[in-house]
């Protein structure tokens, strides 16, 4: 599970840094001038950003996950209150070498490298949204098992010049050609191989914001993911991970093989990596667009892959891709305005229930000690069944659940619900439905020098997405037609969520939960994580730790969490 998480507290604080699968970036160059300067920002006195990126292991019950976090704070007199210095200053005197301060902006992504391509395209007075494309390009080059263009995303901006926020669904879509029992005969084919390919919308969803707010050249923020591809980059132990875990699939597929096992040997933590495909199919894209993989030679390349492998994806699929813009979704929660992404996302409501849930007694501090984990746990087991009735908006009618996933007064019929001496079989908490299980994604936050703020994840689903990389295009594919629920109903299991049954054109229901968090018109946390089903009780108990708990942010992310799968015991 990967955390990044930017916080806006009372002072500059410490943090630690460890490990090498994560970093911290600042930005040292010139406060930015003339029109690209932020008046309040000059106002702020010093006021810091400090970033810093933690490699953690942390234990839940049963469970062992390795967790990767970004920390961005910036000071701010408005939340003495809420985070008292005491509670920080000893880390602050402690930890002084291991922390990074800027005040031009920062940049908090799973690989030391992207946080740096992120940091320097800052440098050039880009945008955060100019960050954000050079960011994502280059997590999909070094660790293309968890995202890349072959895959989707959901994108949170905010601007600080409109105190506008944007939400940018570029999720994958089911091609022209599925259909809802089209794996009747062959589940597994909706898990891995050529049938579990969706169209792919990163790629179109990052032009799309870039159209908006971009300062930059499209090209220049291809360029360090490109030279990457081209002249290599150093397996780092993230990617090492789930290497040795799926040679097996690695293996068998003749694209992956070529680029993770090149002489015959599946490389390994510390070897060189190239992705000469991919370099070519990004110098293309920089140079022509994103046409070039929508209607041009990068995506008849992948298609021709694809469609010789099996697959039912078109030149018409990639044609008719779009990104959906809508305003973000807001919710407000403990005095705070937290902006996130509608359906077909469940993080930002699926965390509305839950905190107004916990809430409904009168006060958040509900959840402390072992009581508070139980009303906790039984919140979040009511959460992922309501959340099942959730699905792609344009296909079906989601604005009920949404409002009553975000009503304070819905949260309170949750709460009666929840006995503090037991717990109940699933029916007990509306569970009508099986519970999907997507998996990982790679995330990431931006904050800039005037304080636009992006929050990001990407993903290509399952580690390594179908198991398929595009020979021609150095492109590893999504099998995001796995998030879908298909009509076969097992003896074991609850029936599947019509509400995300496929439909060409459809996108799949989503655990992903990019947030930015306002006081005010002020940015006071930019959060999200990776980790499939679990981000949504991840992040809301990161923020529980941090606003309620009054946890500084280390031991936030630090302090054990739990999630609950499925079985009403099974945590």
């Known amino acids: 599970l990967s955390l990044s998480l930017s916080l806006s507290l009372s002072h500059t604080h410490t943090l630690t840094h460890t490990g090498n699968m994560g970093k911290h970036e600042s930005i040292e160059a010139p406060l930015l001038l003339g029109s690209h300067e932020n008046k309040n920002a000059r106002n702020e006195n010093g006021a810091k950003l400090v970033l810093s990126i933690l490699a953690l292991i942390t234990i839940t019950i049963l469970v062992a996950k390795l967790v990767v976090l970004g920390l961005a704070l910036r000071s701010s007199q408005v939340y003495e209150v809420l985070i008292p210095e005491h509670k920080l200053n000893g880390r602050a005197q402690s930890q002084a070498s291991e922390i990074a301060v800027s005040d031009k902006g920062v940049v908090a992504a799973d690989d030391a490298r992207c946080s740096e391509v992120g940091a320097s395209i800052l440098r050039k007075r880009g945008h955060a949204v100019d960050a954000a494309v050079a960011t994502a390009l280059c997590l999909g080059v070094v660790n293309p098992m968890a995202s890349g263009i072959g895959g989707g995303a959901f994108m949170v901006v905010w601007s600080s010049s409109t105190s506008q926020a944007l939400a940018f669904d570029m999720r994958e879509t089911a091609p022209s050609a599925a259909s809802e029992d089209m794996y009747k005969n062959d589940p597994m084919a909706k898990l891995t191989g050529p049938l579990s390919m969706a169209v792919p919308g990163e790629l179109a969803g990052l032009h799309q914001a870039w159209k908006k707010y971009g300062r930059l050249p499209w090209k220049t923020l291809f360029e360090p993911a490109i030279q990457l591809a081209k002249n290599g980059f150093e397996v780092f132990p993230y990617l090492g991970h789930y290497i040795i875990k799926f040679e097996k699939a690695i293996m068998a ?319």
């Not at 779009?322 to 930002?348: F, H, I, W």
């Not at 344009?394 to 009666?416: G, H, L, N, R, W």
């Open 253 to 571: 597929d003749p694209g992956l093989r070529r680029v993770f096992a090149p002489n015959g040997e599946i490389l390994q933590t510390g070897d060189t990596c190239y992705n000469v495909e991919l370099a070519q199919s990004l110098e293309a894209i920089a140079e022509e667009g994103p046409g070039a993989f929508y209607n041009g030679r990068v995506g008849e390349k992948l298609v021709n892959d694809l469609r010789e492998a099996g697959g039912i994806l078109t030149m018409e699929d990639l044609r008719n891709y779009q990104v959906r813009v809508t305003d973000a979704l807001e919710v407000n929660l403990m005095g705070y305005k937290v902006l996130g992404m509608p359906p077909p996302s469940s993080g930002t409501v699926g965390l509305a229930l839950i905190m107004n849930t916990l809430n409904s007694s009168g006060s958040f501090n509900v959840v402390e000690g072992s009581l508070g984990l139980h009303r906790l746990i039984e919140a979040m087991k009511h959460m992922l069944a309501i959340r099942m009735d959730l699905g792609d908006p344009a296909f079906v009618d989601v604005d009920k659940y949404i409002s009553d996933m975000t009503s304070p007064s819905f949260a309170e019929t949750i709460s009666q619900k929840i006995n503090d001496n037991t717990t109940f079989p699933p029916e007990y908490y509306m569970n009508r439905w099986s519970q999907l299980q997507d998996n990982g994604t790679s995330h990431f936050c931006i904050v800039d020098a005037e304080r636009n703020a992006v929050s990001m994840t990407t993903t290509v689903n399952y580690p390594f997405g179908a198991g398929i990389l595009s020979r021609s295009t150095g492109i590893v594919l999504n099998n995001e037609m796995g998030d879908f629920s298909t009509p076969e109903v097992h003896p074991d299991e609850l029936p599947p969520a019509p509400a995300n049954f496929i439909q060409p054109g459809k996108r799949p229901l989503s655990s992903m939960t990019p947030l930015i968090i306002l006081k005010g018109n002020q940015v006071t946390g930019v959060i999200g994580g990776s980790g499939g089903t679990d981000i949504i009780p991840a992040v809301t108990q990161v923020i529980l730790n941090v606003f309620v708990l009054g946890m500084d942010p280390l031991s936030a992310v630090q302090s054990p969490r739990v999630y609950h799968k499925e079985k009403a015991t099974n945590l």
